[in-house]
């Protein structure tokens, strides 16, 4: 058997090097030799991405390296949540998360609807370049408590504003709490649009979304994670 660290190297090469297939069959061995999926979550998955990102702004790696690799990302999230068991029984409460229009990154997003689902949120991602009507309309066909946005570009991030403001108009702003990230996202500028929460990783996004849900008496289940206090 490889030793973990040669494990959890091989895995982050795979997924910066693009090869989807390989980082699959890797990760799923790795499961098979105990490694958890939370190790694998933040030594391999955000590790990559961070490489890949730092080699694409210096113009080491380009637009189909970066488009590669971002399948290879999304393919391992899947296999690292599978084994997780994130579909959930008990409901903490319901998430929709989207990456608002115009805007074709979806690998944070994935993360965070990830991370919501690994406290207990049952989560509808509806992936990237989603209009504000769209969105609302999923949040309030699956009656959500929490809409998640994400923005990478600075020309995307107004599109946030827009889907509040519809909010607004259409008399639903204080039915949902509204969680926004992204790059060029700030707690500034959350603050200024008027959104809820606003975080700068997935981690973090997942424990305030579920610290809001018990301030604001919206737990749908008592469940374990309440029982437990935390
Ligand atoms: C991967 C990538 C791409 C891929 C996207 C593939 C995919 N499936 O996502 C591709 C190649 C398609 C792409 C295209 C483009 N990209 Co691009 N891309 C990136 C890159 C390298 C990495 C982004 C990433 O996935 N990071 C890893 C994840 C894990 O991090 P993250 O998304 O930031 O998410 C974390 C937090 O932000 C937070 N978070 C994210 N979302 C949310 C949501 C909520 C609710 C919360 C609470 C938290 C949260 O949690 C996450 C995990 O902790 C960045 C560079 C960078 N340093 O960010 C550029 C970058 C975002 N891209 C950029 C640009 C300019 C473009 C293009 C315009 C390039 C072009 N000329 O065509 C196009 C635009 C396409 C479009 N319409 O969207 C610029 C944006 C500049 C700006 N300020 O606007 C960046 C910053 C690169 C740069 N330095 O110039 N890109």
């Known amino acids: ?24 069959k890797l990760i799923e061995q790795a499961l098979e ?10 030594r391999c998955l955000l590790k990559a991405m961070d490489k890949i990102a730092e080699a694409f702004s210096s113009d080491l790696k380009f637009v189909p390296d970066v488009i590669l690799a971002s399948r ?10 599978e084994s997780m068991g994130l579909e959930m029984a008990k409901t903490l409460g319901t998430a929709v998360t989207a990456t608002v229009r115009g805007d074709l990154h ?9 991370m919501l689902r690994n406290v207990g949120f049952k989560v509808y991602n509806m992936g990237c370049d989603v209009s504000a009507d769209a969105l609302i309309k999923k949040a309030e ?9 994400s923005a990478m570009l ?9 889907v509040i403001k519809l909010l607004e108009n259409k008399g639903l702003r204080n039915k949902y709490c509204v969680m926004i990230g992204g790059a060029p ?39 374990e994670y309440f029982i437990n206090g935390d």
């Open 185 to 223: 996202v700030t707690g500034r500028y959350a603050h200024r649009i008027g959104a809820d929460i606003y975080t700068g990783d997935a981690g973090e996004a997942a424990l305030k979304a579920k610290k809001w849900m018990q301030e604001n008496g919206r737990c749908k289940a008592v469940n």
């Open 1 to 24: 058997m490889k030793d973990r660290e040669q494990m959890l190297e091989d895995i982050r090469q795979a997924i910066q090097n693009g090869k989807a297939k390989g980082a699959k």
């Open 33 to 42: 030799d105990g490694l958890e999926g939370q190790v694998i979550i933040d």
């Open 106 to 114: 979806d690998i944070g997003l994935n993360l965070v609807s990830m």
């Open 72 to 81: 290879a990302m999304n393919v391992a999230t899947v296999v690292v949540e």
């Open 154 to 162: 600075t020309t995307t991030m107004p599109q946030i504003q827009g």
């Open 141 to 149: 066909e699956v009656n959500a408590d929490i809409i998640c946005m």
